[in-house]
Nanobody, 126 residues
Framework: QVQLVESGGGLVQAGGSLRLSCAAS????????MAWFRQAAGKEREFVAG????????NYADSVKGRFIIFRDNTKNTVYLQMNSLKPEDTAVYYC???????????????????WGQGTQVTVSS
């Protein structure tokens, strides 16, 4: 079983930055592909960024390319999402997700991921 705990959310002004962290309680964290999703009020959950186990392949949603960076530290069992140049439309609950590595590229649909954190709220004011 994999337990994921997100942290780092909060309220920030447009143009600001936040770094989200997701700590995983699991053996062999380095064998898991990791991703961040988000869900705004009244909307479907959407893919934000994903990274395979080694960090060698990364995907970003078009809406965050050039602004967000996903990275991981396998020695700390943690994946991060650095969010820069935040916009009000980035406001959402952000979720960390994990799946045992089975694809050469990060998958981008929520049903592909087996384990989820509880979410952390990010609010960007204009």
């Amino acid at each position: 079983q994999v337990q994921l705990v997100e942290s780092g959310g909060g309220l920030v002004q447009a143009g600001g930055s936040l770094r989200l962290s997701c700590a995983a309680s699991v053996r062999a964290f380095s064998t898991y592909d990791m991703a961040w999703f988000r869900q705004a009020a009244g909307k479907e959950r959407e893919f934000v960024a994903g990274m395979i186990w080694s960090g060698g392949r990364i995907n970003y949603a078009d809406s965050v390319k050039g602004r967000f960076i996903i990275f991981r530290d396998n020695t700390k069992n943690t994946v991060y999402l650095q969010m820069n140049s935040l916009k009000p439309e980035d406001t959402a609950v952000y979720y960390c997700a994990a799946e045992l590595h089975r694809s050469p590229v990060p998958r981008t649909t929520s049903h592909d991921y087996d384990f989820w954190g509880q979410g952390t709220q990010v609010t960007v004011s204009s």
